[in-house]
């Protein structure tokens, strides 16, 4: 996993609530077996018409829209557990997702993919979004390390929370396999013990 | 110290805690299907490592494989290759595998309770949300990601913050009519699709005590849709009985301390919940959505709410559907039954008796996709196959299939379908697809009137 400290950048803001994992990649691109190339279909079904044509008016299909920041509206990756939301994501650009709520899986997916997702309250969130699609060359600020999302034409400068494990993870782009291939001892006396 | 059922599962599986982060949990059953293991086994690969505990682990074909043929090679080039692989890497790593083909094979969340391999005081993952349904027998079941397969296959274990805590009580007696599914589509439209975020429910009160493990299976699968991790029942009597003399069941030398433990789990009295809700089985209707996401659902005899906000009426738009309408008599031309929620026995045997002796309407198609091998063969057994090919409706071999419309069963664009799935996201059962959540009672009348009707006040016989 790349590491991740810090992120200045233009962001794409869809005010949509309840994007679940289907909009995020149908299920019908699911066949793959590997984690490439799921970038393509982001979005598929709201970014392309059947015939594979652009579909006009969606945001990612707006030249003035871009960056590795998507801001999106409430309880964001809801249903499907499918990690390939995340690889999808991340393969598209997106290094950060900012809402005011994320559906838990999501949650953990993004974070095994070096994806941050970042919660601010539903007023912070509105005026984001407003302000970013009025201002596509906007950039926001991420600092991992301190825990802040600032972008300072609007005066934002918001504190976020995430696990201190995460964090260390992120940070350093460890991941939880190797911790816990590190834990075998523990594991197998605790198998001894209750099996 | 007073402990909920959730804690007591908890706090028996974890193995070590990371100071200030997660906790480790010992997972005892991993089940694994073709769609989200590929790339997990391609990590272990990369790595040079092998499963921790193949034993532990069981593997079936069910999103992503056909509905018909399945004793042919499967037409199409990416699920054949999806399902090859999934063979390719239960041998490698010495998984049991009950692939197309084996009398085991189906839904992985319906074939995993009716082997018994799901019991109670266990932890259970999957890398599919749904994996909620097996709490249903007081077990922690929740789905994962990817990242997380290849962690549970390399150490058997997850890393994991716990959960805070939600009961869900519903006491009284229900109303006529009123299914598992419309309790469980009640509850979530009263508490919205994200209410249950970083929680794990316990579902309380005799409406569930006096349900069958079916039904409450239908309930507990349904858990994720308002965005809980998972939801459990305390395990009894109906339990137990359930449980007793399945393939991998205990068995008779183990049975009694099995049961003697599982009788300790149920919630301490005066145990607490960081949110606790309360129902009156009485207010609880048939229910249908109307929308694209599960909470959006009204009683059957209701009419759509009038809310102003964007995301709910773009939901209207792709739904085709006004507020303030009523969804009775409302032309249907698909209905689905069939997925995680309503494949099992009872749910086609309640069909098949408000189905027998009539004929689906002219414009219906009408889909019957039994969960698994076991269930289709007691569908033939028991005469209900003979019913419902009388009817008109189709039946296929056991998959996914409709509910999210991986392989070929999807429903054409702009056609409305009354499902007995638990998603009714746009798209779910293929593009321009609008969805209807409903009970199996209500997808079997609307097949037979080819249009939505108020089973509320029905005397069926
Ligand atoms: S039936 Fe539907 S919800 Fe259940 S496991 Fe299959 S795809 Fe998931």
């Given at each position: 996993m790349e590491k991740f400290k810090k992120l200045t950048s233009t962001a794409v803001s869809l005010p949509?609530?309840?994007?679940d994992t289907d909009q995020i990649i149908?299920?019908?691109?699911?066949?793959?077996?590997?984690?490439?190339?799921?970038g393509e279909n982001l979005f598929r079904d709201w970014r392309y018409n059947s015939d594979g044509s652009k579909k006009e008016g969606f945001i990612l299909n707006e030249e003035k829209y871009s960056g590795k920041i998507l801001v999106a509206g409430e309880n964001f990756g809801c249903g499907s557990s499918r990690e390939h939301a995340a690889w999808a994501l991340e393969d598209y650009g997106f290094k950060v997702i900012v809402s005011s709520y994320f559906a838990d899986i999501f949650k953990g997916n993004a974070l095994n993919n070096g994806l941050l997702p970042i919660q601010i309250s539903s007023t912070k969130l509105t005026q984001l979004l407003t302000h970013l699609k009025e201002n596509p060359k906007s950039e926001l600020q991420v600092d991992l390390e301190n825990q802040r999302l600032s972008l300072n034409e609007i005066g934002l400068d918001e504190s976020f929370e995430i696990d201190s494990y995460k964090k260390m993870c992120l940070i350093n782009g460890y991941d939880d396999i190797d911790f816990l291939i590190s834990k075998k001892e523990s594991i197998e006396a605790f198998e001894a013990q209750n099996q | 110290m007073k402990k909920t059922l959730f804690d007591k599962v908890w706090d028996a599986h974890v193995v070590d805690s990371v100071p200030d982060g997660p906790q480790i949990l010992y997972i005892d059953k991993h089940l694994i299907h073709e769609v989200t293991s590929p790339q997990a086994f391609a990590e272990l690969e990369q790595r040079g490592i092998t499963l921790a505990r193949p034993e532990k682990t069981v593997a079936t074909a069910d999103h992503n494989v056909p509905t018909v043929n399945q004793h042919l090679t499967i037409k199409d080039a990416l699920s054949r290759k999806q399902v090859e692989m999934l063979t390719k890497n239960c041998k490698n790593h010495n998984v049991t595998l009950y692939g197309?083909?084996?009398?085991?094979?189906?839904?992985v969340h319906v074939i995993a309770p009716e082997l018994g391999i799901t019991q109670p005081g266990m932890t259970m993952v999957c890398g599919d949300s749904h994996t909620s349904t097996h709490g249903a027998f007081g077990t922690i079941a929740f789905g994962i990601g990817t990242s997380q397969v290849a962690q549970v296959f390399a150490s058997q274990c997850l890393l994991l913050n716990k959960p805070k805590k939600m009961r869900i009580t519903v006491n009284g007696k229900l109303n006529k009519n009123v299914l598992p599914k419309d309790v469980i589509l009640y509850i979530i439209a009263q508490l919205g699709t994200n209410s249950g975020t970083g929680h794990f429910v316990e579902y309380a009160g005799d409406v569930f005590e006096n349900m069958s493990m079916e039904g409450r299976m239908t309930v507990c699968n349904m858990s994720i849709e308002m965005g809980a991790r998972g939801g459990m029942i305390a395990p009894d009597k109906t339990t137990f009985e359930y449980v007793k003399g399945k393939e991998f069941a205990p068995n008779s030398q183990e049975w009694d301390k099995k049961v003697t433990y599982w009788k300790t789990l149920p919630t301490d009295d005066g145990a607490t919940f960081d949110t606790e809700y309360n129902f009156d089985a009485s207010d609880i209707l048939p229910m249908i959505t109307y929308g694209t996401n599960p909470g959006m659902g009204i009683k059957i005899n209701e009419s759509i709410p009038e809310t102003n906000d964007a995301s709910f009426e773009k939901a209207l738009t792709y739904m085709g559907l006004k507020k303030?309408?009523?969804?009775?008599?409302?032309?249907?031309?698909y209905v689905f039954i069939g997925s995680c929620t309503n494949s099992r026995i009872e749910d086609f045997r309640l069909a098949a008796s408000h189905i027998e002796g009539k004929q689906k309407a002219g414009n219906i198609t009408a889909l019957i996709v039994p969960g698994s091998q076991q269930v289709a063969k007691q569908i033939k057994e028991e005469g209900l196959q003979d019913i419902f090919e009388a009817a008109g409706f189709e039946i296929r071999q056991p998959g996914c299939s409709a509910c999210l419309?991986?392989?070929?069963?999807k429903i054409p664009a702009g056609e409305y379908c009354v499902s007995t799935s638990n998603r009714n996201f746009e798209g779910r059962q293929g593009q321009g697809v609008r969805t209807l959540l409903a009970s199996p009672l209500t997808a079997a009348l609307t097949a037979i009137e080819g249009k939505i009707v108020d089973v509320t006040e029905l005397e069926l016989v």
């Open positions: 949509v609530e309840n994007v149908p299920a019908r691109f699911l066949k793959a077996t590997s984690k490439i190339g799921f | 197309l083909g084996h009398e085991y094979q189906g839904i303030g309408q009523s969804l009775i008599n409302q032309s249907i031309n419309g991986m392989n070929e069963d």
